[in-house]
T-cell receptor
Framework: RKEVEQDPGPFNVPEGATVAFNCTYSNSASQSFFWYRQDCRKEPKLLMSVYSSGNEDGRFTAQLNRASQYISLLIRDSKLSDSATYLCVVNPGSGNTGKLIFGQGTTLQVKP | DTGVSQDPRHKITKRGQNVTFRCDPISEHNRLYWYRQTLGQGPEFLTYFQNEAQLEKSRLLSDRFSAERPKGSFSTLEIQRTEQGDSAMYLC?????????FGPGTRLTVT
């Protein structure tokens, strides 16, 4: 079983749609959670950290369910510029480990 | 630009040659990470430095791979006797707290 699992998609949605991505992680001791965005042949860019209480940044809302080991990202009012791959990312432990574990990514294509 | 920088951006090499990549982190960041990404996959962790100390290495980092961060600033990643399977994007990231910020990567092609 992969440590972080995402549906690779692609998700094809019209402009203005609401789309949700889900992710599960296997290590219950995981400490930190993030969503990154990656455009084709570019580096991953931090979209948002994910907090236990849930957090929102404009059109983007992230939720964490520690009991189910489940993370979600909701994008409202999709724009053409939201087309990208969205990576679910977990820091799996405590102490000095700084590594991030990435999911495979979910591809979003927003169409006019 | 005060982001993470990497050099070179592209490298084409013949199988068996050695290559070295450089990463300059964001200046106040004490943590530096190397990842490798192949097509269709998320980045995979290779190694991590806090200041000049290498604190963690992945099993992916075979004995042909070595990374250094001699003065706690820039870092180098060397691959000896390259193999075709080493072809990938090599990404460097840095952090001060939890969030890691990535450089543009070095795309390696081994022919």
């Amino acid at each position: 079983r992969k440590e972080v699992e995402q549906d690779p998609g692609p998700f094809n949605v019209p402009e203005g749609a609401t789309v949700a991505f889900n992710c599960t992680y296997s290590n219950s001791a995981s400490q930190s959670f993030f969503w990154y965005r990656q455009d084709c042949r570019k580096e991953p860019k931090l979209l948002m950290s994910v907090y236990s209480s849930g957090n929102e940044d404009g059109r983007f809302t992230a939720q964490l369910n520690r009991a189910s080991q489940y993370i979600s990202l909701l994008i409202r009012d999709s724009k053409l510029s939201d087309s990208a791959t969205y990576l679910c990312v977990v820091n799996p432990g405590s102490g000095n480990t700084g590594k991030l574990i990435f999911g495979q990514g979910t591809t979003l294509q927003v169409k006019p | 630009d005060t982001g993470v920088s990497q050099d070179p951006r592209h490298k084409i090499t013949k199988r068996g040659q050695n290559v070295t990549f450089r990463c300059d982190p964001i200046s106040e960041h004490n943590r530096l990470y190397w990842y490798r990404q192949t097509l269709g996959q998320g980045p995979e962790f290779l190694t991590y430095f806090q200041n000049e100390a290498q604190l963690e290495k992945s099993r992916l980092l075979s004995d042909r791979f070595s990374a250094e961060r001699p003065k706690g600033s820039f870092s180098t990643l060397e691959i000896q006797r390259t193999e075709q399977g080493d072809s990938a994007m090599y990404l460097c990231a840095s952090s001060l707290l939890r969030e890691q910020y990535f450089g543009p990567g070095t795309r390696l092609t081994v022919t």
